[in-house]
């Protein structure tokens, strides 16, 4: 009897490798599925980052490289000055059209597609909790089993240790492999619903993008409509000006040949009146300085003319630099969102049959477990006979631990790739910090420009004024002299006059152009702050990034850990179940046990006690 008690803590483990070959590689399997399924959304998220962002920096550099190009061609483009007004306004609206509507519609596919990625992990998250709610289950089953094991097997007598492997079918794998079954099949069942309900929100979301284009569509082509009345009004503008312009050079015209009739008139009074020749001569001599004296005014207002115009060119030329650096950088702006937008939603198209895939790879599994669950029953049921299938076990459990550990190395493998792919990114988010530090240079520099327009306009208004006075003093002064000269001169400084105020509308004119180009820099500034704040965006999902990368190498530990445990138990299994099974051939055969301490007890008492406790049972 104390026999039968030494070796019963021996044949303990026996029912409990069973249990373990019934459920343990299907929890095994299951939880090792969900870790490579949230590993592969982690990989893929990372990948489509790091193609959006090596996509945008390099739109970014060959953009940079046509910088200068684009703005040589802008301004060899400046002589045709009307033409260009036109288009560059009509390319403005339509580029500011285009800017509006992919920017609402980069936004509103950057909202679906977050919120199906939060929907996704989520469902994930779901279904590894009840992994692991099934995990905890089988353990705490896995330990009452043994225990209730151990209490029979503790009995004093063989009788108790038949009873005991009788009881073990109700923790058979038979009927906890059915149920593991039924388990498996509606997880699959349920992934399969999952995956048609993305089917069908994937249906819907086409067909509301489809008719957000067409609205939008139908936006463009009303605002296409506005812009084409908008320019019609502005050449009626320009044409009405022109008849303007052609209207005052007539009237200059006439002034001109009046004062050449004039000049005759007063040759042929010249001639007529010789007794007054003393007198004409001095008024010829006062008319010839006054004449020089007009010569010298008209070339001063030329040269300030030309002075004019000059500046005009130069204000004309920074609002074309200005224009092409605010186009550029809506441009940069469009096209990183475009991308952003497109490379994550065709990635997470392509990313979907992948869960079909791990449905049927769980559906094949589950059943290999099942032939597995049958042939371990079978095992189980003829230990008494064969150890040797048991070492044939033990090998399979070490190559399955084996593959196990590989499948961990390329987990690894793959972690390592990921934190490549990371400094990749920081190194793309610095040259976007050196990119958006170039913009704001120049932003900078057009500021100054705008700044230098300003000193030359008011040096201009400066001149303006004193020409005025200028005129004033010489229309006084010719008053005084002579009466019919007074009349020369007052045309001459009418003529003058309504100069000036043309020249005071350009100059107005120019003013408001540069407040317009002060409010596309505060709109520039604007955009470089939005910049900003998608560079703050970026690197909170990075750091986001980096947690769950941190958090699954945790996990990873773990896993590694228990996989060790595990294989330390299966060792410690096999030994034992090793010499179970020779003391119980021993017992069976010999009628005697390994650890006969027990001296004074014959082989025929033995045999005898043998004899009684079979007929017993």
């Given at each position: ?21 019934g459920a343990n590689p299907q929890q095994q399997v299951i939880v090792s599925l969900g870790e490579l399924k949230s590993l592969e959304d982690e990989v893929i998220a990372l990948r489509s980052n790091n193609q959006t962002l090596e996509r945008s920096l390099e739109a970014e550099q060959k953009n940079s490289g046509n ?414 002299k002579d009466k019919g000269l007074a009349a020369i001169v007052r045309e001459a400084c009418a003529g003058r006059d309504s100069e000036l105020e043309r020249k005071d509308i350009m100059v107005k004119e120019m003013k408001y152009d540069i407040e317009e180009k002060d409010r596309a820099i505060a709109r520039l500034e ?55 099974l020779f003391s119980y051939v021993m017992q069976t055969r010999y009628g005697c046990w390994i650890d006969d301490s027990e001296k004074n007890i014959t082989r025929r008492r033995k045999r005898r006690w043998y004899r009684t406790s079979l007929s017993q049972t």
């Open positions: 009897m104390e026999r039968g008690s030494r070796a019963s803590p021996s044949a303990s483990p026996a029912p409990a490798s069973a249990i373990e070959d910088l200068a190009e684009f703005i040589d061609t802008l301004i060899a483009l400046n002589a045709k000055q009307k033409e260009g007004l036109v288009e560059r306004l009509e390319s403005a609206r339509r580029e500011l059209s285009k800017t509006k509507i992919w920017h609402s519609l980069s936004v509103s596919l950057a909202v679906k597609t977050m919120s199906r990625q939060i929907a996704l992990i989520q469902l994930l998250r779901g279904i590894l909790r009840r992994h692991m709610a099934a995990w905890k289950l089988w353990l705490v089953r896995r330990k009452r089993a043994k225990s209730f094991a151990r209490r029979c097997l503790e009995r004093r007598h063989v009788r108790n240790v038949r009873s005991c492997f009788e009881s073990w079918k109700a923790f058979a794998p038979e009927s906890r492999g059915k149920r593991m079954r039924s388990k498996l099949e509606k997880q699959t069942e349920k992934l399969e619903g999952a995956l048609r309900d993305k089917e069908r929100n994937l249906l819907k979301l086409k067909e509301e993008t489809a008719e957000d284009l067409r609205s939008l569509q139908l936006e463009d082509e009303r605002q296409q409509q506005d812009l084409r009345e908008e320019v019609e009004r502005l050449e009626g503008k320009l044409f009405e000006v022109e008849g303007v312009i052609n209207d005052k050079e007539k009237e200059i015209l006439d002034l001109r040949k009046e004062r050449k009739k004039f000049i005759l008139s007063t040759a042929q009074l010249d001639n007529e009146i010789a007794s007054l020749k003393g007198k004409m001569e001095e008024m010829q001599k006062e008319k010839g300085e006054t004449e020089a004296r007009m010569e010298a005014v008209k070339e001063d207002s030329d040269e300030r003319s030309s002075y004019i115009k000059n500046l005009e060119r130069e204000v004309n030329d920074a609002r074309v630099r200005e224009i092409a650096l605010k186009r550029r950088l809506r441009e940069l702006e469009r096209k990183d969102q475009d991308v952003t937008a497109l490379g994550l939603y065709i990635d997470k198209v392509e990313g979907i049959p992948g869960l079909q895939k791990e449905a049927k790879e769980m559906k094949r599994r589950a059943v290999t477990l099942e032939l597995e669950v049958d042939r371990h029953k079978k095992e189980v049921e003829a230990l008494t006979v064969r150890a040797d299938a048991a070492e044939r076990k033990a090998e399979r459990r070490s190559v399955r631990i084996d593959s196990l550990m590989k499948e961990k190395e390329e987990v690894e493998t793959e972690y390592a790739r990921i934190e490549r792919e990371l400094k990749k990114k920081d190194d793309a988010l610095q040259e976007m910090e050196k990119d958006r530090e170039y913009f704001k240079y120049r932003v900078d520099e057009v500021r100054q420009e705008l700044d230098i327009t300003l000193a030359k306009v008011d040096r201009l208004e400066r001149d303006l004024d004193t020409e005025k006075q200028r005129a004033n003093f010489f229309q006084g002064e010719l008053l005084e604007l955009d470089v702050d939005d910049l900003a704040e998608k560079k703050k965006m970026l690197e909170k999902e990075n750091n986001v990034l980096r947690e769950g990368f941190d958090q699954l190498k945790m996990e990873l530990d773990r896993k590694r850990r228990e996989v060790e445990e595990e294989r330390d138990r299966q060792r410690y299994f096999l030994a034992v179940l090793g010499v179970f």
